[in-house]
């Protein structure tokens, strides 16, 4: 008998399955014969990661298969060492399965519907009695969802990771306002090497990270505090959810301060200024202010700033010939406006306008 895996329903029956509502029905490519290669009907004989699964077909043969899970296709688009699972959600829409991560399988669209659920995690029964956010899972050897329960689940076997421990959460530096920085201790692979870490979000799984660490979890939201959760992978399974840790990301703010002024006259009447552009804090610059002897450029009559998001540098027209000005440069982005940065004095040219 193959190892059940991690709570899972995978069990291999004698000879091919004759079923005890404990089976998952797969679609995959049998090639085995390369005079009878096609996609067969079978059940998951072991899983080896959240997307490779040891199969067998249904029927007498007891030959098992190396595949890896596809969704979006049909039966008869599946190639060599392919396999798809066929879902029924609770919209009464048919889902393919993209992966299956502890008990939430990941939905991908039928090609008709409504499709509330495409791209969704969701915990997977073999219950027809289904609440929302679940769904049907077939079972092997018949096209309807038999009873079943996760009372039949054997236990794992023991050889995935451990429970991953000491999992701290923190904010990405100054920036990153979608960012977590995620730490940990790696656990125990019992035998197996991890593969990947899959971090859940307020209990929903949210990405799969490689081995290396600490994890830089992008595409949260700004000022959002999450749970966090990670467990490792390896060959044998999905190991035990770790302990939620709490992580906020940083607000969205107005840009740093702009540092690095330098300023060059052209003429009697104007002054081009550059400067290094300011991190903006999550929130893209959308223009530059002035500060004329501490008064904003734009509110002196007669003169005129380009206030317009172009990289540097920009001129400053319209100024008086003979004039020491002292000039301070702002950035602005949909927050608002970073502090001034440190005055810079020069003195336009004498004569003619140029």
């Known amino acids: 008998m193959g190892r059940p895996l991690n709570k899972r329903l995978f069990a291999k029956a004698d000879a091919g399955p004759t079923v005890a509502g404990n089976e998952i029905q797969v679609h995959f490519f049998n090639d085995g014969d390369e005079l009878e290669a096609?996609?067969?009907?079978?059940?998951?004989?072991?899983?080896?990661?959240?997307?490779?699964?040891?199969?067998?077909?249904?029927?007498?043969?007891?030959?098992?298969?190396?595949?890896?899970?596809?969704?979006?296709?049909?039966?008869?688009?599946?190639?060599?060492?392919?396999?798809?699972?066929?879902?029924?959600?609770?919209?009464?829409?048919?889902?393919?399965?993209?992966?299956?991560?502890?008990?939430?399988?990941?939905?991908?669209?039928?090609?008709?519907?409504?499709?509330?659920?495409?791209?969704?995690?969701?915990?997977?029964?073999?219950?027809?009695?289904?609440?929302?956010?679940y769904v049907q899972i077939e079972e092997a050897g018949d096209n309807d969802v038999l009873d079943g329960s996760e009372t039949d689940v054997t236990e794992s076997s023991g050889n995935v990771p451990?429970?991953?421990?000491?999992?701290?959460?923190?904010?990405?530096?100054?920036?990153?306002?979608?960012?977590?920085?995620?730490?940990?201790?790696?656990?125990?692979?019992?035998?197996?090497?991890?593969?990947?870490?899959?971090?859940?979000?307020?209990?929903?799984?949210?990405?799969?990270?490689?081995?290396g660490r600490p994890i830089f979890q992008s595409g949260l939201t700004a000022g959002t505090t999450y749970a966090i959760q990670v467990q490792a992978v390896n060959s044998e399974g999905v190991g035990e959810l770790s302990?939620?840790?709490?992580?906020?990301?940083?607000?969205?703010?107005?840009?740093?301060?702009?540092?690095?002024?330098?300023l060059t006259v052209l003429s009697t009447t104007s002054i081009r200024i550059n400067f290094t552009v300011p991190f903006d804090n999550g929130s893209a610059i959308t223009y530059y202010t002035a500060l004329v002897d501490g008064i904003n450029h734009a509110a002196i009559a007669g003169v005129n700033l380009i206030e317009a998001i172009t990289p540097p540098p920009v001129t400053l027209t319209g100024l008086t010939a003979s004039t020491t000005y002292a000039i301070q440069l702002l950035a602005n982005n949909d927050i608002g406006a970073s502090i001034p940065s440190d005055a810079v004095s020069a003195t336009t040219d004498v004569g003619a306008e140029g």
């Not at 043969?61 to 599946?78: H, K, N, R, S």
């Not at 923190?170 to 960012?179: I, L, M, P, R, T």
């Not at 656990?187 to 799969?208: C, K, R, W």
């Open 38 to 133: 096609t996609f067969a009907e079978g059940f998951i004989v072991k899983q080896r990661g959240t997307r490779k699964f040891v199969v067998s077909a249904t029927g007498t043969d007891d030959t098992t298969y190396d595949c890896v899970l596809v969704a979006g296709v049909e039966p008869q688009e599946l190639t060599a060492g392919q396999m798809l699972i066929f879902v029924k959600a609770d919209d009464d829409e048919v889902y393919t399965v993209s992966k299956i991560t502890g008990h939430k399988a990941t939905l991908v669209k039928n090609a008709v519907g409504n499709n509330i659920y495409d791209g969704k995690s969701v915990p997977w029964t073999f219950s027809a009695d289904l609440t929302d956010g």
């Open 162 to 211: 451990d429970k991953i421990t000491n999992l701290t959460v923190n904010a990405y530096g100054s920036g990153g306002q979608d960012s977590l920085l995620i730490n940990y201790t790696p656990p125990n692979d019992n035998g197996f090497a991890i593969t990947e870490y899959i971090v859940f979000a307020n209990g929903v799984e949210f990405a799969t990270h490689g081995t």
């Open 243 to 262: 302990d939620a840790v709490s992580g906020t990301t940083n607000e969205v703010e107005p840009p740093e301060k702009i540092t690095g002024v330098t």
